[in-house]
């Protein structure tokens, strides 16, 4: 069995900074997480990538947060944290942490961003 949960997100000004953290559990061994990140899903809008890290620490980044936020991770706690900074207002979304596990994807519950004005 294989849990996430997301912790640290809240309501911010914009400008603010917010960071996310989500823990990966997996019941029982011989499981091997590949890639870990982040999408994010506004209201009437798609779920989109924010940010993946992949085994080895390398990084991808979705292009509207590009140069704010910083993704990584802590592979001996099946950890991934999402540091946001300079947050705008079309950060507003729920943000969710996925796990590629034997190339299934698992999602976590997410956790809300808002930011104001």
């Known amino acids: 069995q294989v849990q996430l949960e997301e912790s640290g997100g809240g309501l911010v000004q914009a400008g603010g900074s917010l960071r996310l953290s989500c823990v990966c559990t997996i019941s029982g061994s011989g499981f091997s997480i590949n890639t ?13 990538l924010v940010a993946t890290v992949f085994t080895g620490g390398s990084t991808k980044y979705g292009d509207s947060v590009k140069g704010r936020f910083t993704a990584s991770r802590d592979n001996a706690k099946n950890t991934v944290y999402l540091q946001t900074d300079n947050l705008k207002l079309d950060d507003t979304a729920v943000y969710y942490c996925q796990a590629d596990i034997w190339g299934y994807d698992y999602w976590g519950q997410g956790t809300q961003v808002t930011v104001s004005s």
């Open 36 to 48: 870990m990140g982040w999408y994010r899903q506004a209201p009437g809008k798609q779920r989109e």
